[in-house]
């Protein structure tokens, strides 16, 4: 028995985690034992407990009480946490998903027991050192044994690092994701906000580099407010954003729809119903492609360079973009071809499979 120990922590991490939680639950449990840790750095229960409960995945067997902090007080308090589990715990594997603080401190932690370490949605760059995402991300890779990657651009910015051994392009696990859940979407959300199919705007506003520049954020902001006047926009609020927005009086947000986080197949049900996407997040440009929705990204850069290739997705950094004059140019463009970029759906078990043969290998060594 293979024994994995899985560290999440935030939003993005648990709908990534619950497709291997799940697969390893209905077709590996033979031979995959997974412990699941939480590190707490999400905690609302709109931001974590909404994702275990409605995608049918195990509660985590252990949760520390991270919360919010500076990344160094959130990374350090998580780094304190896991090295005390791991006193009296161990496994075959740590393994860990995405970007964030947890991933990072868990990637530290594993490779000081050490334990090996598996990276899922490994080789992402935006190419921007100051972001905090970034620094995770290479840092991971870095102590990372056995690299999974979503797409060629992926694997070729590993091995432009020199990072060669163990990495394998498996496919997108939040496509895995998407394919499984799309159809159990109902309509009560566009209900609750009486919108009507492709005839709205999601968009969602998190990330650092907008929300703590206090003018990028009002100018997106406001924009997205003006848009909504035609279209209307339809804004679930990061409680980062909310928190910035509560505390300026210079936001008068009168047209856009704001509301609580969503859970995962609220989400899906606005965005499969929307008519484009306006975000900031790593995650939803990419299910905006999986459900066929253009999407403008509010950022200098994406990691996910071919959806802008393929002109699904365009930049509008806050900083040089007329949000309002992409609104009306991606809202006019009609799409010919959709590539596959993301594999077929599959990835979790060419993940688990992949695992078992190294791990196999590895003992008859
Ligand atoms: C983190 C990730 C980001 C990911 C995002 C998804 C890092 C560096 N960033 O950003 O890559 O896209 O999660 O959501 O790890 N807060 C709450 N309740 C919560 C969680 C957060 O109120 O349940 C508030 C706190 O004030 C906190 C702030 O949001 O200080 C930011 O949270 P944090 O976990 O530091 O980063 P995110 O912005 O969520």
Redesign the pocket.
């Known amino acids: 028995m293979i024994k994995i120990i899985t560290i999440v922590g ?3 991490q648990f709908v990534k985690s619950a497709v291997l939680s799940r697969k390893i639950k209905e077709d590996y449990s033979d031979h995959i034992e997974e412990i699941v840790v939480h590190t707490g ?4 229960k709109k ?2 407990d909404v994702f275990f409960s409605e995608l049918g995945i195990k509660k985590p067997d252990f949760t520390l009480t991270t919360g ?2 500076s ?1 160094a007080e ?1 990374t350090g308090k998580i780094m304190l946490g896991l090295e005390n589990f791991f006193s009296n715990n161990t496994a075959d594997y740590i393994l860990v998903y ?5 991933t990072l401190a868990a990637a530290l932690v594993a490779s000081k027991q050490p334990i090996p370490l598996i990276h899922v949605e490994a080789g992402l760059r935006s190419n921007r050192i100051g972001m ?2 970034e620094v ?1 991300r290479v840092v991971t890779d870095r102590l990372s044994n056995i690299l999974f990657c979503s797409s060629d651009l992926a694997v070729k910015n590993l091995k432009s690092e020199g990072i060669c051994d163990n990495v394998h392009i498996v496919g997108d696990i939040m496509y895995d994701q998407f394919c499984s859940q799309k159809e159990k979407i109902s309509n009560k959300i566009l209900k609750k906000f009486g919108l009507s199919n492709k005839k709205f705007i999601l968009s969602t506003i ?3 580099e907008n929300t703590d520049n206090i003018v990028f954020l009002r100018k997106i902001l406001n924009s997205l407010d003006k848009i909504s006047v035609d279209l209307k926009v339809v804004i679930p609020l ?3 954003t909310r ?1 910035i927005i509560e505390k300026d009086s210079n936001f008068k947000l009168k047209n856009i729809c704001l509301t609580n986080p969503l859970s995962y197949l609220e989400m899906l049900e606005l965005l499969l119903n929307s008519s484009l996407v306006v975000t900031d ?3 939803l440009q990419k299910e905006a492609y999986f459900a066929n929705v253009p999407c403008i990204t509010v950022r200098d850069e994406t990691e996910w360079v071919e959806l802008v290739e393929s002109g699904w997705n365009i930049l509008c950094p806050p900083s040089s973009c007329d949000l309002i004059k992409s609104v009306d140019k991606m809202l006019n463009i009609e799409f010919d071809e959709h590539p596959n970029f993301y594999g077929d759906g599959k990835s979790a078990d060419k993940i688990l499979s992949t695992i078992i043969n190294i791990y196999e290998n590895t003992i008859r060594m």
């Open positions: 935030a939003r993005p750095q999400h905690y609302d931001m974590s919010s902090g990344h959130q995405g970007d964030t603080n947890s905090p995402e995770n998190h990330r650092a990061h409680p980062r928190k997040s790593g995650g």
